[in-house]
């Protein structure tokens, strides 16, 4: 019985630090999955480097291409980008 007394303490910590540290960060994560899933062409963003462009092309799951300036494109990791700055509207069809 003493054994179990000893460990609620340890028990206690980690459900703690649960709803403090793990769960946050695993929602933000999730948040950033599903921005990085909504790019599309236009959408102007801001990646990891600090470099801020416009969303010329999706190439693919992993990549896209930004304008940082006019007749200056750069090939981009998709994970790379921290914040969408200005968000399209789709297009109606």
């Known amino acids: 019985m003493e054994a179990i007394g000893s460990f609620i303490?340890?028990?206690l910590i980690f459900v703690i630090m649960?709803?403090?540290m793990i769960r946050p960060q695993q929602q933000q994560r999730k948040q950033h999955q599903a921005m990085i899933e909504a790019l599309r062409r236009g959408d102007q963003?801001?990646?990891?480097?600090g470099f801020i462009g416009k969303i010329t092309k999706v190439k693919d799951d992993?990549?896209?291409e930004v304008e940082l300036t006019e007749g200056v494109k750069v090939r981009v990791v998709r994970n790379t980008i921290v914040r969408v700055v200005n968000k399209t509207e789709p297009a109606s069809e």
Not at 45 to 49: A, D
């Open 9 to 11: 303490p340890l028990i």
């Open 18 to 20: 649960y709803f403090l």
């Open 62 to 64: 992993e990549e896209v």
């Open 45 to 49: 963003v801001i990646t990891s480097g």
